[in-house]
């Protein structure tokens, strides 16, 4: 897990610096999340992938974003406790970040760049943007808000062979 991507430094909901190399995933499901968006209800579905591939090295990482209609106000704590409380979310959560603009956290610059969307666009159009990540780093690839986390499954089913 050399990749520079893997190593970018990320700050949890509960202010602690991670990266995704600590994780030691086989696949890493990376996620722009909001609370009041249509579609927040997803959650639930990442937190099944989360409870259905954990043990065998999916690890899935949620980021609250606030830059689409403000759907993600309120604090770190806030948004934590109505993940839990709401959805039952139990997979890993960091701080607020933005995705686009002079702003943008490292690890979404980097991850538009690497995987594109629509026409070439690095630009995410909006909440719940999905990248999947393989063990080394290598392989990105990009998900539509719209694409629900079903959807993924036989994606994640392959890169945890």
Known sequence: MSDALLNIPCTTIKGEQQTLADFGAKAVL???????CGFTPQYKGL?????????????????????????????????????????????????????????????????????PGLLGSEAIKWNFTKFLIDQDGALVKRFAPATTPQQLVAEIEALLK
């Open 30 to 36: 990376v996620v722009n999340t909001a609370s009041q």
């Open 47 to 115: 937190e099944q992938l989360w409870q259905d591939y954990k043990d065998r090295g999916l690890v899935v990482l949620g980021f609250p974003c606030n830059q689409f209609g403000k759907q993600a106000p309120g604090s770190e704590e806030a948004i934590a406790e109505f993940c839990a409380v709401n959805f039952g979310v139990s997979f890993p959560l960091f701080k607020k970040v933005e995705v686009n603009g002079e702003g943008a956290h490292p690890l979404f610059a980097n991850l538009k760049h690497r995987a």
